[in-house]
């Protein structure tokens, strides 16, 4: 390319064109769309129920103070739901990922004996489903009603998780896993020790389905468990901000409301609290989850 066309070039690639001045324009107020409201949540969290009530759209308190975040956590009642939900990601992430792999594993292969068969029971758990009350009399048959393990195995698979690493599964060469019966390995030890270490990407996408789901489930929990100091961080955040709710909508002045147990800024902390954990967690797993995504949604 000569001297002259190169500057050419150059100089199409750098020009905007009016639709991309109104993509720019689009994509900013978007974006100002979802950082104002989560900046609002912060803000409001730390400040005063008087300036709130003065600017309910606050960006940045003229007073900040702790009094929400540290009114909540002497509750006790957000701890115990940490340590509950902890409790369900520790046990049931594992469980997830290792039913969802070896099932994957298995119906990636095309000697799989019942393969069509399996995958179309699994497929058919995606369209049509016993529904709540079927699913509540199996736990309670099996005495899991008011245990955490109900949660655990109410969330521990997911058809559509499984089908995405099947997928991913079948792009991998054939010839790997040959080559490793012909040197005397099992199919556990393929799966562990060549597929698996091969499927980064997807298993990142899909750590990241299953913390997301067992994070902020809730359902489960309010079905299955009756206990207070058994509920998950969503269920005890829920009680909260409907606590929070009542007390602001029963007080009658600004003062009543100040001296109210749960305020907005308290509801607002709670909000950022429950965020905070998945928002660190993410970015860890990012590079990996737009290939995961784009590879196990593509069947090869």
Same mark, same amino acid.
């Given at each position: 390319?000569?001297?002259?066309?190169?500057?050419?070039?150059?100089?199409?690639?750098?020009?905007?064109?009016?639709?991309?001045?109104?993509?720019?324009?689009?994509?900013?107020?978007?974006?100002?769309?979802?950082?104002?409201?989560?900046?609002?949540?912060?803000?409001?969290?730390?400040?005063?129920?008087?300036?709130?009530?003065?600017?309910?759209?606050?960006?940045?308190?003229?007073?900040?103070?702790?009094?929400?975040?540290?009114?909540?956590?002497?509750?006790?009642?957000?701890?115990?739901?940490?340590?509950?939900?902890?409790?369900?990601?520790?046990?049931?992430?594992?469980?997830?990922?290792?039913?969802?792999?070896?099932?994957?594993?298995? @119906?990636?292969?095309?000697?799989?004996?019942?393969?069509?068969?399996?995958?179309?029971?699994?497929?058919?758990?995606?369209?049509?489903?016993?529904?709540?009350?079927?699913?509540?009399?199996?736990?309670?048959?099996?005495?899991?009603?008011?245990?955490?393990?109900?949660?655990?195995?109410?969330?521990?698979?997911?058809?559509?998780?499984?089908? @995405?690493?099947?997928?991913?599964?079948?792009?991998?060469?054939?010839?790997?896993?040959?080559?490793?019966?012909?040197?005397?390995?099992?199919?556990?030890?393929?799966?562990?020790?060549?597929?698996?270490?091969?499927?980064?990407?997807?298993?990142?996408?899909?750590?990241?389905?299953?913390?997301?789901?067992?994070?902020?489930?809730?359902?489960?929990?309010?079905?299955?468990?009756?206990?207070?100091?058994?509920?998950?961080?969503?269920?005890?955040?829920?009680?909260?901000?409907?606590?929070?709710?009542?007390?602001?909508?029963?007080?009658?002045?600004?003062?009543?409301?100040?001296?109210?147990?749960?305020?907005?800024?308290?509801?607002?902390?709670?909000?950022?609290?429950?965020?905070?954990?998945?928002?660190?967690?993410?970015?860890?797993?990012?590079?990996?989850?737009?290939?995961?995504?784009?590879?196990?949604?593509?069947?090869?």
């Amino acid at each position: 390319m000569s001297t002259k066309a190169a500057k050419r070039h150059k100089f199409r690639v750098g020009k905007m064109t009016f639709l991309d001045y109104f993509l720019l324009v689009l994509l900013t107020v978007l974006s100002l769309m979802i950082i104002i409201p989560f900046w609002n949540v912060i803000m409001i969290s730390f400040a005063t129920q008087k300036e709130y009530a003065d600017n309910p759209m606050l960006m940045w308190p003229k007073h900040p103070t702790l009094d929400a975040y540290r009114a909540l956590f002497q509750d006790g009642r957000l701890l115990g739901g940490f340590l509950n939900t902890f409790k369900i990601l520790l046990v049931g992430l594992p469980l997830s990922l290792f039913l969802t792999s070896t099932m994957a594993y298995g @119906l990636s292969r095309n000697k799989f004996p019942g393969k069509k068969g399996i995958f179309f029971i699994v497929l058919f758990t995606m369209i049509f489903n016993g529904g709540i009350v079927p699913l509540y009399l199996v736990m309670k048959s099996l005495n899991l009603t008011g245990s955490l393990w109900s949660v655990i195995l109410v969330g521990s698979f997911s058809a559509f998780n499984m089908i @995405l690493m099947m997928n991913y599964f079948q792009g991998l060469p054939e010839s790997l896993m040959e080559s490793a019966r012909l040197d005397g390995a099992g199919e556990w030890k393929i799966l562990f020790s060549i597929v698996l270490p091969l499927a980064a990407p997807i298993m990142a996408t899909i750590t990241l389905f299953y913390g997301v789901a067992f994070w902020n489930g809730w359902y489960d929990a309010m079905i299955f468990l009756r206990k207070a100091e058994q509920l998950p961080l969503q269920n005890v955040l829920r009680t909260i901000i409907v606590e929070s709710t009542t007390n602001v909508s029963n007080a009658a002045s600004v003062d009543a409301l100040a001296k109210s147990g749960f305020s907005t800024g308290m509801k607002m902390a709670s909000v950022f609290v429950s965020m905070l954990p998945i928002m660190c967690f993410f970015p860890m797993l990012q590079k990996h989850f737009a290939k995961g995504v784009l590879t196990g949604a593509i069947k090869t």
